[in-house]
């Protein structure tokens, strides 16, 4: 985190320029807070990641679509129902949803993207849905950042939302964000759903380049259980509310601004990671001295994904073995006599081998919330650091029991 960077409260209505609602439209069988509405006050320049998914969702077909203009105007998202897997109904049923609020709105249908989140194979219940919208509307303020962040969750157990502001060149810009996700979690380019929005004035190019560089270093790295979702989204909206001339990437103003839009997506994305479904501890797993960065990142991802690493994690058990085995099976170039590997500051193996080490001690250190595991090739200069968390009893009743 950088010094200049200051947290502030409000999420994704923390930017000046945006308005957020959080309503029950009846999708939820609790009645909880299902549909969640971001509306920038003017259109304005935007970009967006999707899930690499080749069952992508159709409102995931429908927004690439919105986007490629690099305005909006609108976001609405419900959770409860992935429309995914529904065939040209869904699809139509996502167009129908835009239509909806652009008509509220008085905008064009393709100044709004939506997005779901929920149970897969299900019909969208769409009237309910569209009855609702008129509500969402007349619900809108820059003060229901909350509510909106409550209407994204699923099997979430806590909101995910967080803003930052700075100075600079004299002028207060803002960056917020809210996220939704707990599970089936590895995203092949965003995260499970996201929504970040800027008061700077940034270019539609500019935000397309930040955002794409923000998820690679953080959304790209989580991994909660190994599964891509069908839905996922991650959208930057940049409202320009807070004054200037246009940023663009060779601006020097967008290298600060960038960096701002670094530190919320990845807050936003270790929140996920620690809120994954079961999970007791939070994994920082680190390979280094890799020939080259991807294949440290191939290492690194191999390692966060295996069950048996993240089951001994949940036991407080060093197992070093189950990270070799994690490292062997990755299409990372090693050398087995070179691996070292520590355990939260603990060294257990070197020369590919293991190292006498206090178990106790190893098992105290295991114990916390927060773990750290290195693991050094001992080949080149090449590094990446993945987030993930362990698995436990309670991710396996969480998911047995999803749709009951």
């Known amino acids: 985190m950088q010094d200049t960077f200051h947290y502030v409260d409000g999420g994704v209505v923390a930017a000046r320029g945006f308005l957020a609602s959080g309503i029950s439209a009846g999708i939820k069988k609790s009645g909880a807070r299902d549909l969640a509405l971001i509306v920038a ?30 305005t909006l105007k609108a976001c609405i998202i419900n959770s409860g129902n992935a429309n995914a897997c529904t065939g040209v109904a869904g699809l139509a049923d996502a ?18 993207v939506v997005s779901s989140t929920g149970v897969i194979g299900v019909p969208l219940p769409l009237d309910p849905l569209l009855t609702s919208i008129p509500e969402a509307i007349h619900a809108l303020d820059n003060a229901s950042g909350d509510a909106a962040a409550h209407a994204i969750m699923t099997t979430d157990t ?25 599970g089936m979690i590895m995203p092949d380019m965003a995260t499970m759903l996201g929504v970040i929005t800027c008061d700077a004035p ?13 998820a690679a270093m953080t959304f790209n790295r989580i991994t909660v259980d190994s599964d891509t979702s069908t839905n996922d989204m991650v959208l930057l909206m940049a409202s320009g509310a807070a004054g200037g001339d246009p940023i663009g990437e060779d601006d020097r103003r967008y290298d600060v601004i960038s960096s701002a839009i670094h530190e919320v997506c990845g ?49 407080n058990d060093a197992n070093w073995g189950r990270v070799a085995m994690a ?19 603990i060294p257990v193996c070197r020369n590919g081998m293991a190292i006498p080490f206090d178990e106790d001690e190893a098992l105290a250190a295991l114990s916390q919330p927060e773990v750290e595991v290195i693991a050094d090739l001992h080949l080149g200069d090449g590094e990446a ?17 999803y749709r009951t």
Do not use: H
């Open 327 to 345: 490292i062997g099976k990755s299409k990372a170039r090693v050398a087995a006599d070179r691996l070292e590997v520590i355990f939260a500051g």
């Open 202 to 214: 940034l270019t539609s190019s500019a935000c397309d380049t930040a955002l794409r560089q923000a």
């Open 385 to 401: 650091t993945v987030w993930t968390c362990d698995l436990s009893y309670e991710y396996v009743r969480i998911n047995g029991e």
């Open 41 to 70: 006050e003017e259109p304005c320049p935007a970009a967006a990641v999707f899930t690499r998914s080749s069952m992508a969702a159709a409102p995931v077909l429908f927004s690439r679509e919105s986007i490629v203009s690099g």
């Open 267 to 315: 807050e936003l994305a270790r929140m996920i990671v620690k809120d994954g479904e079961g999970a007791t501890t939070f994994i920082s797993v680190t390979v280094r001295g890799a020939l080259a960065e991807p294949d440290a990142l191939d290492a690194a991802m191999s390692i966060a994904n295996s069950p048996l690493f993240k089951t001994a994690i949940y036991g």
């Open 158 to 182: 806590f909101v995910k939302q967080v803003a930052v502001s700075f100075e600079l060149d004299g002028r207060t810009y803002t960056v917020g964000g809210m996220a939704k996700g707990s």
């Open 95 to 112: 167009r129908a949803t835009a239509s909806a609020v652009a008509r509220e709105l008085e905008c064009d249908s393709s100044d709004v």
